[in-house]
């Protein structure tokens, strides 16, 4: 029967851990599982709660290092970034006007759908922007006046 509570716990604790951004919660529930393991093979509680806190513990100090290195943004890492993390901050050349409703520029060959950052301002054709983030599918770009990254 412990067993089974345990479960219930780690479940209980891996739903909570879906409503945070922390990756703490779960070694929690790691830590359940353990116990309800040591519980099925008929530990007593307090044998079960020791399993509980140092599989916990143990999986806290060697797994959320990992996780949280790899979680880190490429700028954060010192990495080379790639993806939509490469194309923020790039420059663009603007191929039909771009205003806060429409407009199209070349990315490093490539065709995005833009809009302007600002939403009054309007880049004419061959105007060089900058794209100062993504959204989906589509570039949110600013006049060229920052110097080449």
């Not at 599918?137 to 080449?148: E, G, Q």
């Amino acid at each position: 029967m412990e067993s089974v509570l345990w479960i219930v716990l780690a479940v209980a604790l891996a739903v909570a851990e879906a409503f945070t951004a922390t990756f703490l919660i779960i070694f929690f529930a790691i830590g359940a599982l353990a116990a309800a393991g040591a519980a099925a093979l008929g530990a007593p509680l307090l044998l079960q709660t020791i399993v509980f806190a140092v599989v916990s513990g143990l999986s806290v100090a060697a797994l959320r290092p990992i996780i949280m290195r790899h979680q880190r943004s490429a700028a954060e890492s010192g990495e080379t970034p790639f993806g939509i993390e490469a194309i923020e901050g790039s420059q663009a050349t603007v191929l039909e006007e771009v205003t806060a409703d429409h407009g199209l520029v070349k990315i490093d060959g490539e065709l995005w759908t833009a809009r302007s950052f600002d939403g009054a301002e309007t880049y004419a054709p061959g105007d060089r922007v900058r794209v100062i983030k993504v959204r989906g599918a589509t570039a949110i770009v600013w006049r060229d006046d920052l110097p080449n990254l």
